[in-house]
């Protein structure tokens, strides 16, 4: 099954359950799967950054907007790495490496989000989450990893990611492409007849505030406009 469809580890209680990909939903579900006792285990298929929710009692969001405001990604991805290996140890050594790049400067090159940790990472310290690498096949009798070792599940759920569903409601072909659901032209947020476009940037949350910020001012200079 997909992650989508997935509501409630309750559901799989006396299962061996397989979660593929460790992004934030995969942590999630394993999270949750593991607090109802289920059999879990994660594949960490390529390297990743995880970050504590909070740091020193501010969302890791907020600290990295403002960080941001007064110094370059390379410092700001820095001092967040350094935070997240007091908090959370060297991930390393629990299966899942880091990138060479920083999580800002890479979210901002790629689109790749940064995973933040809502305690998945001290249940696979403590054993309750087992890691293993990636799937080199499926098999009748179980699954197979790169490292060689095979392993059965009752459950395999797929963490694997999300594609727009936009081409599938919104039929605007000028704006939206009809091929991944995201604006035609990168970054762009103002359609025709009043439609807006916003976190389509890949930036995550901080790209959603540009996109809403542009959209605001742009529906008061409308409104102006029609009132002047």
Known sequence: MHSSDYRSGETFEGKKVLVVGCGNSGMEVSLDLANYNVDTSLVVRDSGHILPREIM???????S???????????????L?????LILGDTKYIGISRPTLGPMEL????????????GTISKIKSGDIKVFPAIESF?????????GR???????????????NVP???????????????????????????????GFSRRGLFGVSIDATK????????YNNTTS
């Open 168 to 198: 599938y409601w919104l039929k605007e072909n000028d704006f939206f492409s009809q091929k991944n659901g995201f604006p035609r032209i990168p970054n762009e947020w103002k359609g025709n007849n009043g439609l807006y476009a916003a």
């Open 65 to 79: 907007v403002w960080l941001l405001k007064f110094l370059n990604v390379k410092i700001v991805d820095q001092i």
């Open 150 to 164: 095979i392993e059965s599940f009752d459950v395999a759920i797929l963490a694997t990611g999300y594609k727009s």
């Open 107 to 118: 979210k901002s090159l790629s689109g790749k989000t940064p995973v933040l940790d809502v």
């Open 215 to 222: 959209i605001a001012n742009d529906i008061i200079q409308s």
């Open 81 to 85: 790495l350094l935070l997240a290996r």
């Open 57 to 63: 009692g501010l969302s890791t969001f907020t600290l």
């Open 139 to 147: 098999q009748e009798r179980g699954v197979q990893f790169i490292d």
